[in-house]
């Protein structure tokens, strides 16, 4: 599609194509791989041969590209990158093109009068082959991007084409071959053209971070695209390849800033949900945080990270709120920053702002993990029945996730909905395989239905998993609050504080400890949590 686009209304012969698609000495079945290349290309653009409207054929001579090539008649202010192709064929080399989207999709982002479609909302098109014009009309954009990437030896090529979704006409198409040394800097130069090709105004502040480029390790940047392909994913699965990725692309290149906040990213989350000790999750990203910031003060990613493991780690809810504000300062289109400091604010009880932020991440970024994030903060603001809606329209989109799960357990538990809140409990720590801390919500819901032996027992497993795992002690003084123990609910509270449990964040807002509220004791905790007032 590229060298068609390069000479529009002219033969393109079977000949030439041939020399640029497929090197000399490559062994290929030529007529038969163009054959099929040109028939994919039809289908995705709702052409024919028998009635061509975008490629026609010349029968033993080549194809040309009849559709007009206009300037656009309107100003394009929206649009989307669909998944670039990745033309190795290899579902090895997927996370390549995969990383290439998104970074192509977050330079474009940078520019502040550009409206670009989020990397969830374009990733679902990937594979899917139906008339742009459709997709365009689904995503509300004016314009679309396409294209494909392939990575050979220490080359990277990337082919890309521009079409107008309201006049259904293709207005440029590049292709760049550069090292992979400089892949950074391709990324934004294809943006720019982009951005000057669709008339958009590029501000001084734009043109700033549009410079903010350096040469990076090829090894590095892969083993990073590679992380992000893995900690994309979410699952237990995937966490450990991702760490695994973003430490090599540490080891490869250590002035890499970006890798040290996936980093920190990925331990924060783990840290959060349980499977590592406050130490090894939210303190090691803190301090990954800081290395990313020495390296690059200017990257919103590693503001975001340190504001969020500075919360979980320290209880510094001021830091934090500044480290958000500056994250979102230098990109206030980076989706995390907004869902991280809405949570933030709701643990702070400021649930007027944490939905605003909230609303702007779902915005940017329409996924399920955004979704169930909402449901936790209705929740915490003790909107039980929006939480319980929220949680289900998460479920409706991703039946796979154990969080949502968790959430109706807490949920149904409050509403005195104890069959519903067991049998959530039970299906969070199936999808978990076990999760520390979704094995103490279904103890929860045991403890609060008044099935004391059952709940004892989840007692009992935590502390045998506990020689093995890290469980937090946050999470097993809620079961014994539940159970009317208050001794013992305090002894864990007191206990996670010291060991700076993330749930600790809770504390101010957890509708589960209600009933200790008064207590001198909860207020002392409170006091030492430094909430702001």
Known sequence: MAILLEH??????????????????????????????????????GDSAETPRYIETLPRRGYRFIARMNASPRQIESLVVLPLENLSHDPEQDYFAEGMTEALITTLAKIGALRVVSRTSAMRYKGVHRPLREIAQELRVDGIIEGAVLRSGDRVRISVQLLDAHTDTYLWAESYDRDRRNVLALQSEVAQAIAREIRVKLTPVDQARFAEVRPVEPEAYEAYLKGLYHLNRRST????????????????????????????????????????????????????????LERDPSLAEAHASLAWATMLYDYDFVTAEREFERSLGLNARYAPAHYWFGLCLAWMGRYEEAYTELKRALRLDPQPILGQIKGFVLYFARRFEEAIQQFESVLEMDSSLAQPHWGLCAVYAQKSLYERAIAAGQKAVELSEGGTLFVAILGEAYAIAGRRGEAENILDQLQDSSKRRYVSPYTVGRIYADLGEKEEAFHWLETAYQERAAH????????????????????DLLSRMNYPT
């Not at 130490?279 to 290395?291: F, I, S, T, V, Y």
Request: net charge negative; proline share 5%; with cysteine.
């Open 8 to 45: 529009p209304g002219e033969v393109v012969t079977r000949e030439d194509l041939q020399k640029r698609l497929w090197p000399e000495g490559t062994f290929v079945d030529f007529e038969q791989g163009l054959n099929a290349a040109v028939k994919r290309l039809r289908e995705v653009l």
């Open 237 to 292: 699965q995937a966490f450990p390849k991702a760490i695994q990725c973003f430490q090599h692309a540490m080891e490869k290149d250590s002035t890499y800033a970006a890798a040290y906040a996936g980093l920190a990213d990925c331990l924060s989350v783990l840290g959060w949900w349980g499977f590592v000790s406050p130490d090894e999750g939210c303190g090691m990203a803190k301090r990954l945080a800081l290395q990313a």
């Open 504 to 523: 600790m964040v809770l504390l101010k807002t957890d509708p589960r400890f209600d009933d200790l509220r008064p207590d001198s004791r909860f207020q």
